[in-house]
């Protein structure tokens, strides 16, 4: 079989590499929950849900920004050098919100990172599907997916270390001019800089994507040579041969023609309605709100932060069971899964939170949910958004799909502290539970499989027809 001749040390160490983005953007993501009674108090935003709100969401004006950049800059300058820029972005952002001495400061360094999770959310998973065989791509793009989760993880357990233990009674005063409240918070968000500054040195060192670099006749050689190092000869000349026919094809037409084409505009309907389900299935808001929901089970703030690192250990193994099957089960399979399981684990936790039902069954529930996220919709998503579309717009459709994805998420975050003060807990997540209801719908109805099927394969089948 020709997949035993890979190179498979230099597929796993280019595809690490790259994924430091999403580790990056896992951690600045998350960073942000742990950090979050302490800067409130200090910023005074005790009561105000607005200003809570945009604290929490402001980073994903930048993820929006990132995101609609992303295709149009990547197709021009290539993949590589964005996720250089999304490293540069990610330091800045680390030292400006650790350093914050104002509320618009902190909010404004928060836009500047965010605008890093856009161009490594978008760029991280598609230069990956752009590397790696179509038999093995679903694994290793959800190696990015791993490192999101790893850089999750690593935030919630930085968040608990640094925080200094908090009296279940301490007041808003007492957490303002506590350790906590002064210095804990900004270390928080200053140790990102360390991830960040290695995946700026080390992007230097992996080659640009090979499906990029065959838009340029100039670079014909090069994209052999990548394919040559990644599977031989034999590999390197189908691979090329495959590419530059679906070029041909499009260079006879702009490409902004193909919206005109009844297969892409499904396509990308489809890739916008899944990134959309992927945050409007509700749990981002465990993630960015844990210490709500935790304390509305009746936990104490610091034992909330050792339930949040349990919560992120979960996650990181069930991502781990997502990535041996998503090239097994398929992806539209494990898209169904997860739809219906968060369906059923949120209409118990909506009741649970209506009945006062607190304490150790919630924290199961919640457990839960991550569970079958981290194994689906989670890693799936990005796996498909990133081999759907046809090589030569691709950077462009998936940057309008992270976009839609950040824009949902956007509202998403944003409006949960204003649902949850008018709906109470459980009326939000059973609001959750109906959408993932409709997702599962949807995915049963329009999702095609991709399973094994090479890059060009999906074009031919999806879109010239």
């Keep these: 079989m020709m997949h035993s001749k890979y190179n498979w040390g230099y597929l796993l160490i280019i595809t690490a590499i790259s994924a430091l983005g999403g580790l990056l953007f896992g951690y600045d993501w998350v960073v942000i929950g742990g950090a979050k009674p302490f800067y409130e108090a200090y910023f005074g935003l005790d009561g105000n849900v607005t200003l809570q709100g945009w604290a929490m969401s402001s980073a994903i004006t930048g993820c929006l920004a990132g995101a609609a950049l992303s295709g149009w800059l990547s197709d021009l300058f290539g993949r590589k050098k964005l996720l250089i820029v999304s490293a540069l972005l990610f330091l800045l952002a680390s030292f400006g919100t650790g350093s914050a001495g104002s509320y618009s400061g902190f909010v404004t360094f928060r836009i500047v990172g965010g605008t890093g999770i856009g161009l490594a959310s978008t760029l991280s998973p598609l230069y990956i599907a ?103 000869d034999e590999y390197a000349g189908k691979e090329l041969e495959s590419i530059l026919t679906t070029l041909y094809q499009d ?83 494990l898209m169904l899964l997860g739809a219906a399981g968060l369906a059923g684990i949120f209409a118990t936790v909506g009741t649970m939170y209506y009945l006062h039902i607190q304490g150790i069954p919630l924290l199961i529930m919640v457990v839960a949910a991550i569970a079958c996220y981290a194994m689906s919709l989670a890693p799936v998503t990005w ?18 799909c992270t976009f839609a994805l950040w824009s949902a998420c956007f509202i998403l975050t944003y409006t949960f502290p204003i649902l949850n003060k008018f709906m109470k807990a459980s009326g939000t997540f059973w609001l959750y539970g109906i959408i993932c209801v409709l997702g599962f719908w949807f995915i049963l109805r329009k999702l095609p499989e991709t399973k094994g099927k090479t890059l060009e394969n999906i074009e031919h089948e999806f879109v010239d027809q």
């Design 130 to 232: 752009e590397i790696t065989p179509a038999n093995v791509r679903g694994k290793f793009v959800s190696i990015n997916q791993l490192t999101i989760v790893i850089g999750i993880l690593a935030a919630q357990y930085v968040n608990w270390k640094i925080a200094r233990p908090v009296p279940a009674d301490a007041t808003v005063l007492e957490i303002m001019t506590s350790w906590n409240g002064q210095f804990g918070w900004r270390m928080m968000f200053y140790a990102c800089a360390v991830p960040a500054g290695l995946f700026f040195i080390l992007m230097w060192f992996i080659p640009e994507s090979p499906r990029f670099l065959a838009k340029g006749r100039c670079n014909r050689m090069k994209v052999f040579h990548i394919l040559h190092r990644i599977g031989g």
């Design 383 to 400: 796996v498909v958004l990133s081999e759907i579309f046809p090589n030569r717009i691709r950077g462009f459709a998936m940057a309008v």
């Design 251 to 333: 260079e006879k037409r702009i490409d902004f023609k193909l919206f005109k084409n009844p297969g892409f505009r499904k396509l990308l309907i489809m890739g916008v309605v899944i990134a959309v389900f992927q945050q409007w299935c509700g749990i981002n808001v465990i993630f960015n709100y844990a210490h709500e929901i935790f304390a509305n089970a009746g936990y104490s703030v610091s034992d909330t932060l050792f339930n949040i690192v349990i919560t992120g250990s979960v996650n990181l193994v069930f991502t781990l069971v997502g990535m041996f099957t998503v090239d097994k089960a398929g992806r539209k399979a």
